[in-house]
């Protein structure tokens, strides 16, 4: 069916306030992963998750970023205590199978402004 | 020195155009290659995926990997202004490790 969606597309917050970032897979699909990417520049992995499980989350750039996925789907990054240098899109990918020819599809992602 | 370099361009070709985008590595580790299209505002999506060394063709697109000398090009033969858009390359290191390093990404601007 449909894609990957993440909401809000659009998120503006003051510093200091607490955000989160939803992410909905392809249906099915195995692995979830998270990144930021930042204007002119490649995505940057944060993390990512087999079933409900977070594999890895090397990526996250300090201890004010987590993330869950509690039932195997449904993903949300959660940003603390935001600050100005946390602008940027975060985007969020999804696969069918782990490892291998792992084909990724991301999703529209979502534009974060601290001010 | 980044795990994976690539020109940031942009680039402008005319239309029918043979393009050329590269990426090079320093990571020996890495086994599987590349390469995403984003169009502007948008997420990336795959364009082709390799195994090790060699080339893959896909329609007017050919991925090459040179292992050896950790060089990987994507090829774009007969240029269309559709193809306009950010090209980033991505790699990974054996089967089964799902962490993907992507290299900042080429402008390509095809010129009708």
Redesign the interface.
């Known amino acids: 069916g449909a894609g ?1 969606s993440q909401s809000p597309r659009y998120k503006v917050t003051k510093r200091g306030q607490d955000v989160a970032l939803r992410c909905d897979p392809i249906s099915g699909h195995v ?1 979830l ?1 998270w990144y930021r990417q930042a204007l ?6 944060l993390t ?1 998750f ?1 079933y409900e499980a977070q ?2 989350k ?2 996250l750039p300090n201890d004010r970023f987590s993330a869950e996925r509690p039932e195997g789907s449904i993903s949300t990054l959660t940003i603390q205590r935001t600050e100005q240098r946390d602008s940027a899109m975060y ?1 969020c ?1 999804s ?1 069918l199978i ?12 979502t534009r974060l402004t601290v001010l | 020195q980044k795990e ?1 370099e ?1 020109d ?1 361009g942009p680039l402008s070709v005319p239309e029918g155009a043979i393009v050329s985008l590269n990426c090079t590595y320093s990571n020996s580790a890495f086994q ?1 290659f590349m390469w995403y299209r984003q169009y502007s505002r ?5 364009l082709m ?1 390799t ?1 090790s060394s060699g080339n893959k063709e896909d329609g007017r697109f050919t991925a090459q990997v040179d292992k050896s000398s950790k060089y990987i090009s994507l090829f774009i033969r007969d240029s269309q202004p559709s193809d306009s858009a950010t090209y ?1 390359c ?1 790699m ?1 290191p054996s ?11 080429t402008k390509l601007q095809v010129i009708p």
């Open positions: 990957v692995s992963y002119g520049q490649g995505p940057e992995f990512y087999n594999q890895d090397s990526g985007r990918a696969s782990r490892g291998g020819e792992n084909t990724q599809y991301f999703g529209p992602g | 994976v690539q940031p599987y948008k997420g990336p999506e795959l995926y195994y980033l991505a990974v089967g089964g490790y799902q962490k993907v390093t992507f290299g900042i990404g």
